[in-house]
């Protein structure tokens, strides 16, 4: 009579366990990809960060730039303030913020898609949260399906199908949701 309990009862604490363990599976999916997301954010401000320091140097070299050319042009006596030689300083700085927001724009669409990533690896990490609890309940009835079968003779869903089918109603026509507006 002891055995009986007993055997039920490791069926039981097996299926608790089994339960737990998917759990704590999904927890630590989910951690993981939490850590994921982290680091691609970390990645996506620095890209934009880089993009922007980058862009600073480019329009500094560009008026660096300009001014040596306008220096070379007083230098060799020519009217820096009209012609040609008023434009090429000005056209090198205009190529300079263009150059400059071309990279703030990289850096941008490089961050954009490390945020896609980010979001991604949030997604993947509440699928994996989901997956647990899901494998936690699946184990928990799986062991309770157990259980019921070996404290009260067996059958399991076996017998509740030629329950269904003694009778001639389909189990899954007996419940069927309504919903009411």
Known sequence: MCAPIIAVGIMAAAAIGGAISSAVAGAKQKDA?????????????????????????????????AAQATGAYAAAGVKVS????????????????????????NARREAMGLRAQ????NTEGDLASMTGWLGFGTALLKG???????????????????????TGVELGSLYTPTMKI
């Open 33 to 65: 990809a939490q850590q994921r997301a982290r680091a691609y954010e970390t990645m996506a401000k620095d890209a934009e960060d880089r993009g922007t320091l980058e862009a600073t140097r480019i329009v500094s070299k560009g008026g660096v730039a």
């Open 82 to 105: 009209e012609g040609s030689a008023a434009e090429i300083p000005a056209d090198v700085k205009a190529l300079a913020l263009i150059d400059a927001h071309t990279r703030k724009s």
């Open 118 to 121: 980010r979001d991604t690896a």
């Open 144 to 166: 309770a399906a157990g259980v019921a079968g070996a404290s009260f003779g067996g059958g399991g869903g076996a017998a509740v199908a030629e329950a269904g089918a003694s």
